[in-house]
């Protein structure tokens, strides 16, 4: 019986790692590498509205959503309401009242 230690089922090797992780696995348990072949669904909500190709550059260079301050010209995040470095307002932050 040379079965002993042959890999389960749908088992995978990391290729980046090596560890062996199981089929249900769709990432390295051990550094987080996607699997190999496994397809990861590319969110495709936006796909409609890309075809104007407009602001191809400002996509390129930071995350979406993020935005730059207009006074300070540093680079915040999407989630920041105001400058990290000089606490400007970000624009375009409406206080709409519900
Ligand atoms: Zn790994
Ligand atoms: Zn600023």
Redesign the pocket.
Known sequence: FGDKFKQPKGSWNCSVCLLQNKAEDSKCVACQSEKPGFSVPVTSSSASASSGGFLDLDKFKMPEGNWE?E??L?QNKAEATK?I??E?AKPGTKAELK
């Open positions: 301050c006074v300070c540093v400058c470095a000089c400007n």
